[in-house]
């Protein structure tokens, strides 16, 4: 007779217990202040990035020295931050703390994302959340409109927006800037300048004068449109630079820059006519 032998699988089961690892941020690294003013109580928040621009804490700064609900708020913002640190994500925060409610609240002033805030928390949450990862479905404005060249549309209307730099220079721009202060996406780099652009719009202007003079007058509609669209380019870079992005009428560069009721221009220093 056969034997027959019946083996026996034996699994075992090992469960382990890995403990979670603090991961500290560099000694000196980026962040950016915020200050704003939720239902007439100024409110500082403050940031610490890693290398990758992800945030590994808050600071929250609000009333006088000594007063219980700023001891509270600044001993909560370092629970957090150790939350940061040991790989808590920021989404999780975000989620519990929104739409908390308590005092104080109601307007937001000196953020240019929030507008309205049912508390503290709900205030600085959607703030970390808009920056760091791009929840604009809690901004009550639109992220178009907190572009630096935000001019609208104009008399023309749908106009081309310059093209952004590659993922590569735009990468290395953010190695050096804080990601919540340019709030992610809303940092652009011109390629090439706008200088260039409006060179070849003139040079393609001057080509057509002549086609056009032999009926090819849609033509230079469509070479006008460059010329517009370069123009639109140099107040988008004028804006960036901090000016206001009109021409001036005397040297037509746009260097305007706010000199009490009036404009200035940095390159001719004329006058808007008041100064």
Do not use: W
Request: charged share 25%.
């Amino acid at each position: 007779q056969a034997r027959v032998v019946a083996e026996r699988i034996i699994e075992r089961v090992v469960e382990r217990e890995v403990a979670a690892r603090r991961h500290r941020l560099p000694h000196r690294r980026k962040g950016y202040t915020q200050k704003a003013i939720v239902g007439g109580h100024k409110v500082y928040l403050r940031t610490g990035e890693y290398e990758d621009g992800t945030p590994g804490e808050i600071f929250i700064d609000m009333h006088k020295e000594g007063a219980a609900f700023r001891s509270l708020m600044n001993n909560f913002a370092i629970a957090v931050s150790i939350g940061l640190q040991y790989g808590v994500p920021l989404d999780e925060f975000v989620d519990a703390f929104t739409f908390t409610r308590f005092e104080p609240s109601g307007l937001v002033e000196g953020n240019d994302a929030v507008k309205m805030a049912t508390s503290v928390l709900d205030y600085i949450f959607r703030e970390l959340a808009i920056s760091y990862l791009g929840r604009n479905d809690l901004a009550h404005v639109e992220p178009a409109d907190l572009r630096l060249d935000a001019l609208g549309s104009g008399v023309r209307g749908g106009g081309k927006e310059p093209a952004a730099a590659s993922d590569e220079a735009l990468s290395k721009v953010l190695n050096l800037t804080s990601t919540g202060f340019v709030r992610s996406t809303n940092l652009y780099v011109l390629t090439g300048g706008a200088d260039r652009v409006e060179e070849t719009a003139k040079s393609e202007l001057q080509a057509t004068t002549a086609l056009a003079a032999s009926g090819g007058g849609a033509i230079v509609v469509d070479s006008a449109e460059q010329v517009a669209i370069a123009t639109d380019l140099r107040r988008y870079e004028a804006r960036i630079k901090g000016y206001e992005g009109d021409a001036c009428d005397t040297c037509g560069n746009f260097t305007l820059v706010r000199n009490g009721t009036c404009l200035k221009c940095d390159s001719c220093g004329s006058t808007s006519g008041c100064s």
